[in-house]
Every structure is written in C-alpha cells, then in structure tokens.
C-alpha cells in the first residue's frame, strides 16, 4: 500500500499465460498510462480511468496469439484486487453510485452498490462479435472478474444502441461514473454506510 496515499496501491499478478502490473489511485485526476496488447481494450480501459477520475497504469503481456480472453479476465481480476485493497474497510465512502450515459445513439446505465458481495447482471445487445482484436464476448468476462475480486455488485444494461463501438464505449464511461461515485468520499458520511456495521 501506498504510504503517501491510502487509497493507491501498485500490484502485480504473473501466470503462465499473463504477466500483469497494475498502478492505481482512486484520488487521482484520470491520468492513464495502458498497454495491453489489444488496441480497443486499451481504448477502453482509458475511457474507464479517464471518466472515473482514477489514475491508472497498467501493463500487461499476455498469450494473445490465443485469443485475447485470458489477458482481459486477467486484468478485470487484477484491477478487482486493486480496488478492493484501495477500499479497505469502505469507512466513508458513498457505497452507491450510478450513470445513464449515451454514446452517439446508444445508451447504457450502470449502478453500483460497494457492499462487500461480487454479483454481476450485464445486459447487453452488442451483436458483433468483435471489435478490432477485442471479442466482445471477452467484455462481460471483465467485468465479473473484476466484481468476483473488487467484491462489488454491479448492474449495466444497454437500454440500446446499434454501432459496436458506441455500445461498448458507453458502457465503460457508465461503469466508470458509476465507480467514481460510488468510491467517493462522503462529508455526511464518516463511517461505514450499512446497520451491520461491516461492508
């Protein structure tokens, strides 16, 4: 953990089929340094740093000559971990937070509750397969290895939308407002918001 600030953290998670590192500041200004390999991922692993206001470097190599599914499941479990270790014990946070952002002519929302259980609806009607290198189908796999490891319950549903590029792209900028509100820190709030008294 990061003396400086506690809620930045650097990590890092090696297998036989990804190296990942992983620099994050939740307080940050959306500042984004990421290579993954897969052009369009980075394009929205940006979007998510950019809007959540997250400041955010990530490398990762990763066996794309494969396919590029172990390389974004790993990185949703990586920056799950982060978040999570970021978050601490969640004292003073808004615990919710959610958005309805249209792209060009889609529109997607996200809701996020930071309540200590990973759960995951995703609703989507993207009907490419891919985008660039990027499988679409890869997306969905993100976010549940990012909620499974973040612990957070996250719902996106594209209301609709007709361009792939537009429809993905909105759900990453919903997630990220969402996500930046959720984790902010609240002035009314100096505890854990929940009667269990634990998130």
């Not at 209301?159 to 429809?167: D, L, R, S, V, W």
Request: hydrophobic content about 40%.
């Amino acid at each position: 953990m990061d003396n400086e600030n506690k809620r930045s953290i650097k990590l890092s998670r090696k297998t036989n089929e990804t190296d990942i590192s992983i620099s994050l500041n939740l307080d940050g200004t959306g500042k984004y340094d990421i290579e993954t390999g897969i052009g369009f991922f980075n394009h929205m692993l940006e979007q998510l740093a950019k809007h959540g206001s997250f400041d955010m470097e990530l490398k990762a190599v990763g066996d794309i000559s494969v396919d590029c599914h172990h390389t974004v499941e790993d990185i949703g479990i990586l920056l799950g971990k982060a978040f999570y270790t970021c978050l601490q014990d969640k004292s003073g946070i808004k615990r919710y937070g959610d958005a309805c952002i249209p792209m060009d002519e889609a529109l997607c929302t996200a809701v996020v509750d930071v309540c200590g259980r990973a759960n995951l609806v995703y609703n989507n009607s993207v009907n490419a397969v891919s985008i660039g290198s990027l499988d679409i189908e890869t997306i969905e796999e993100f976010f549940k290895a990012f909620c499974s490891n973040a612990f957070i319950t996250l719902h996106i549903n594209v209301i609709y939308g007709k361009n792939a590029h537009h429809i993905v792209e909105a759900i990453f900028k919903a997630a990220a407002r969402a996500l930046k509100e959720a984790v902010s820190l609240s002035a009314e709030n100096k505890g854990i918001l929940s009667t269990k008294g634990c998130l």
